[in-house]
């Protein structure tokens, strides 16, 4: 259930996810193998979901709300070319004017073929907002949140699934040893669990490993939340191992329906080293927050 609520209080992280920039090239040349097929489902697909205009209402919420961060999941892109890469620059430079500091992680569309890693495109495009240590990394956002930039995106010949790179278990068995007064938040563009309430994804969308990333978390002694993307719905979901590990999954930022045309979470950190969530959409005229309960749909 979906409570109305107040603008949320500060301070606060806000986090989006899965813009999906895309663009109008067709030659052959460029498009080659699975970057044809990403296309084609982009103009007949996608596309007709996406609304763009509202991108104008996020710097404006960036505006009144001054919040401490912006988390941005991943999925800048549709198939990673130059020309999306471009676009979703010039979005995020156009939020950093307002003074926000933005941490932005890749997904899988920003790192769509082998290629694309390997000749750090994110890096070229993106590098003044991924997380200053790179990613595994961890960053204190004070007063808010300590938080785990987690990786999870690796190129596929032609599945959309996630990895955990080696140094990505190391990070991990990291966070049973932190210490401080700090709530614990881990940010990726992959979600765990493969199905809640709101979503359940094809065994070609998941990430790989899902269930030792759980089992590595559920034997924290901290209270936890996982934030993540990728799966275009919001979700807020307790763990059923560990009650104090909360599963949140962003919904894409730019989709559209009859009652929507953008959306973005808010966290505001509580007294249990929890979060207190608030869902956002614009309407076309305003911002309007709900506070979930977990396992809300």
Known sequence: ????????????????????????????????????????????????????????????????????????????????????????????????????????????????????????????????????????????????????????????????????????????????AQTGGDSILIASHYPLLDRTAAYRQKWSHTLRQSEKVLDILRRCPHPLTFIAGHVHRFSLTRDPVKPDLIHITVPAAFYSDPETQGAIVALTPEKDGLFRVYLGKWTGNEWVWSTPNPDAD
Request: charged fraction near 20%; hydrophobic fraction near 40%; aromatic fraction near 10%.
């Open 1 to 176: 259930m979906n409570r109305p609520a107040d603008i949320p209080p500060v301070p606060l992280i806000l986090c989006a996810s899965d813009f999906h920039f895309g663009c109008n090239v067709w030659s052959p040349l460029r498009l080659f193998g699975k970057r044809l097929i990403g296309q084609a489902n982009y103009h007949l697909r996608r596309k007709r979901k996406l609304n763009y205009t509202a991108a104008s209402a996020f710097r404006m919420l960036l505006e009144d709300q001054r919040p401490e961060a912006l988390l941005a999941l991943g999925d800048f892109t549709n198939i990673a070319m130059p020309e999306e890469f471009r676009t979703a620059r010039a979005f995020l430079d156009s939020l950093a004017e307002t003074g926000t500091k933005i941490y932005a992680l890749p997904g899988n569309h920003d790192v769509y073929t082998a290629s694309v890693l390997r000749q750090r495109e994110t890096d070229r495009w993106l590098g003044p907002y991924l997380p200053p240590d790179g990613v595994p990394s961890r960053a204190r956002i004070p007063g808010v949140a300590s938080v785990q930039f987690f990786p999870t995106v690796s190129p596929n010949l032609l599945s959309s699934r996630g990895a955990v790179p080696p140094e990505g278990w190391q990070a991990l068995e990291s966070l049973t």
